[in-house]
Structure formats: structure tokens, C-alpha cells
């Protein structure tokens, strides 16, 4: 009987942590597309937090606009992002 109830438990307290996630998620996404920015890797980690690697291409005020939009989500709890740098190759 305690097994049950034990594991019944432990699904009930993980419901929250995927919620978060899942309304991080949706809400990243939605800022991204009306942003029309395709370019991008992401984590969207549990508890909601996103990690988020831009372009390197990606200009300054657009940059700057996104991170204020995300910072400002009431279902993103926190942001790290960056931009990546242009890395070329020359044989």
C-alpha cells in the first residue's frame, strides 16, 4: 500500500516542474516566431529556465529586444543567453 501511494506522490509533485517547462517552452517559441528569428539553439531546462545560444549574425537592438521580451515573460524565470561567434575554417 505504500508503494503505491509513494509513487502516486512522486507523480503529483513532477506535474508543476513539467508545467513550467512546458509554459517556458510555449513561450519561447511564440517570442521566436513573432520575432521570425529561426536561427537559435535552446535548452528549456525544468524549473523553466532557458539556456539559448543566438547568432553571431544577429544585430544588437534585435538581440537586446528579444532577452528584454524573454527576461520580461511571467513564465520564464530566467534567461542565459549569448550569441555564438563566427567560426571560419580555411584549409
Known amino acids: ?7 502516486l506522490s512522486m507523480f503529483f509533485c513532477a506535474l508543476p516542474v513539467l508545467a513550467g517547462q512546458t509554459a ?5 517559441r511564440a517570442i521566436l516566431q513573432a520575432e521570425q528569428i ?12 532557458i539556456q539559448i545560444v543566438f547568432s553571431g549574425r ?8 528579444v532577452l528584454d ?5 511571467p513564465d520564464i524565470p530566467g534567461v542565459l543567453a ?9 584549409p
Do not use: I, K, W
Open 1 to 7: 500500500m505504500l508503494r503505491p501511494l509513494l509513487t
Open 24 to 28: 517556458a517552452e510555449s513561450a519561447l
Open 38 to 49: 529561426t536561427n537559435v539553439s535552446y535548452r528549456v531546462h525544468e524549473d523553466g529556465f
Open 58 to 65: 544577429m544585430m544588437d537592438q534585435d538581440y537586446d529586444r
Open 69 to 73: 521580451r524573454l527576461n520580461q515573460h
Open 82 to 90: 549569448a550569441r555564438e561567434a563566427d567560426v571560419f575554417c580555411h
